[in-house]
């Protein structure tokens, strides 16, 4: 499937059409230190986990979260709070200490390890798999 993708989206752009790829196009995971992998862990609005790659070495962990094919919105009046991610939650809640998007870091097969710096003053190494869950702190549910 991915080489069928790869193959359609070069015949499309060589004829000069452009194509967005779709996060569910994507891999779920980075292979090796081609880019970071962001996991997605909304179970505590009532969906699951998705994991995703951010190709190459994005700048920040909000730009790996984009690069992954993930939306986000800060707290209105809080620029750099992350309140949603794809939409979720909705209404934004203004997070509050017992729910809020917390943010991790970890290695593939590692621990996460909570951020102790915002997602758009860090910078992931290539390789590296960042986290995010929404609940009261708790590191996502799958690991790294």
Same mark, same amino acid.
Request: with cysteine; hydrophobic share 40%; net charge positive.
């Given at each position: 499937?991915?080489?069928?993708?790869?193959?359609?989206?070069?015949?499309?752009?060589?004829?000069?059409?452009?194509?967005?790829?779709?996060? #569910?196009?994507?891999?779920?995971?980075?292979?090796?230190?081609?880019?970071?992998?962001?996991?997605?862990?909304?179970? #505590?609005? =009532?969906? =699951?986990?998705?994991t995703?790659? #951010?190709?190459?070495?994005?700048?920040?962990?909000?730009?790996?979260?984009?690069?992954?094919?993930?939306?986000?919105?800060?707290?209105?009046?809080?620029?750099?709070?992350?309140?949603?991610?794809?939409?979720?939650?909705?209404?934004?809640n203004?997070?509050? #200490?017992?729910?809020y998007?917390?943010?991790?870091?970890?290695?593939?097969?590692?621990?996460?390890?909570?951020?102790?710096?915002?997602?758009?003053?860090?910078?992931?190494?290539?390789?590296?798999?960042?986290?995010?869950?929404?609940?009261?702190?708790?590191?996502?549910?799958?690991?790294?």
């Amino acid at each position: 499937m991915r080489k069928t993708l790869s193959v359609v989206t070069a015949v499309l752009a060589a004829v000069g059409l452009q194509v967005a790829v779709s996060p #569910a196009a994507r891999a779920a995971a980075c292979a090796g230190t081609s880019g970071v992998t962001v996991v997605v862990d909304n179970g #505590a609005l =009532g969906g =699951g986990v998705s994991t995703q790659c #951010a190709p190459g070495n994005p700048t920040s962990g909000l730009t790996a979260l984009t690069g992954a094919g993930f939306s986000y919105a800060f707290v209105p009046r809080q620029p750099g709070f992350v309140c949603r991610i794809n939409a979720l939650p909705n209404p934004c809640n203004g997070a509050p #200490a017992t729910a809020y998007w917390s943010y991790w870091h970890a290695q593939p097969g590692g621990t996460w390890t909570y951020s102790t710096s915002g997602a758009a003053g860090y910078d992931p190494a290539p390789g590296s798999v960042e986290g995010w869950a929404f609940g009261s702190g708790q590191a996502p549910s799958t690991a790294p």
